[in-house]
């Protein structure tokens, strides 16, 4: 099965073009397989695909233990830039279907190649039960959580798939190592939640390390960033438009006067080759 391995921000993933490629049997086995960094091709997850009746395209994207996501906002700036480059579709104006809808994407060639990706990643959902979350709030804001043996402020927000933010004021191992596990599995995330950390540094910049539903932590997490922003808004700690730092790289979100949020950054590819496991 040939596969392509691409990154934005230093989330990688396992992209296979289901356009082209037959995909067959237990799909989330093959995500665990494919992900795994020692004997696998390793990433952050598996990412298809796949044609559309609605869009350009469709993506489906697993975590690395195997586990499906509604969306993933670094994984579709990926698909947007395999979509033009690969030839399925060679506009600047994409449209690509995930498990939030069909999202509008603009890329950015140089040279022919696309190396920035903006896209419209929708209103953030901030209804507790849609997100989902037993916090109370809409959305829950800086509401406790007991977690780790201490008591946390936390706020919750989807962009499609669930984010649990805690702002801090260093962003360290211990937060996202020692605490990020346990706040993916907390009882008050019924379907489990991805969990961000993040540093104010001004009202147009923050920093951010993500501990990922399913992968862990990972280098850099786009709904996580866009629900992280909007976070940061509704507290009052920044304004719509910030940039954010992750250790794979940056990211910039805009909380549009629309309720929309529009993402930028980078997409890469890094290299392809044949599955054969
Ligand atoms: N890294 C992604 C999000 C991937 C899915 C997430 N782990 C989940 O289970 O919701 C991004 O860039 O958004």
């Keep these: 099965m040939r596969f392509?391995?691409?990154h934005g921000a230093g989330n990688d993933y396992v992209y296979v073009n289901a356009f082209s490629e037959k995909i067959e049997g237990d799909v989330a086995e093959l995500a665990r397989k494919i992900s795994d960094r020692h004997t696998g091709v390793?990433?952050?997850g598996l990412i298809l695909i796949c044609p559309s009746e609605r869009a350009d395209a469709r993506m489906r994207m697993y975590n690395a233990d195997g586990?499906?996501?509604e969306m993933c906002g670094n994984g579709v700036r990926c698909v947007a830039k395999y979509v033009y480059d690969h030839g399925i579709a060679r506009k600047t104006e994409l449209k690509i279907e995930t498990g939030r809808g069909v999202l509008t994407l603009q890329v950015f060639p140089e040279n022919g190649v696309v190396t920035q990706v903006r896209v419209n990643m929708g209103e953030p959902i901030l209804e507790a039960a849609k997100i989902p979350t037993t916090l109370a709030g809409t959305p829950p804001l800086m509401v406790p959580l007991e977690v780790a043996g201490r008591t946390?402020?936390?706020?919750a927000i989807s962009m499609g798939n669930p984010h649990c933010i805690t702002f801090v004021d260093e962003v360290n191992d211990d937060w996202v190592l020692g605490v990020g596990p346990k706040v993916e599995t907390h009882a008050a995330?019924?379907?489990r939640v991805n969990a961000e950390f993040v540093k104010v540094i001004s009202p147009t910049e923050i920093q951010m390390r993500v501990w990922e539903r399913g992968s862990g932590e990972t280098q850099a997490c786009g709904t996580g960033a866009c629900a992280a922003a909007v976070a940061a808004a509704l507290n009052g700690l920044t304004g719509r438009k910030v940039l954010c730092h992750l250790p794979g790289g940056d990211l910039t979100l805009e909380w549009a006067e629309s309720d929309e949020v529009y993402m930028t950054g980078p997409a890469v590819e890094v290299f392809?080759?044949?599955?054969t496991g």
């Design 67 to 69: 586990s499906e996501s």
């Design 4 to 6: 392509t391995k691409m």
């Design 152 to 155: 946390i402020q936390v706020s």
């Design 42 to 44: 390793g990433g952050d």
């Design 189 to 191: 995330f019924p379907r």
């Design 272 to 275: 392809s080759g044949d599955w």
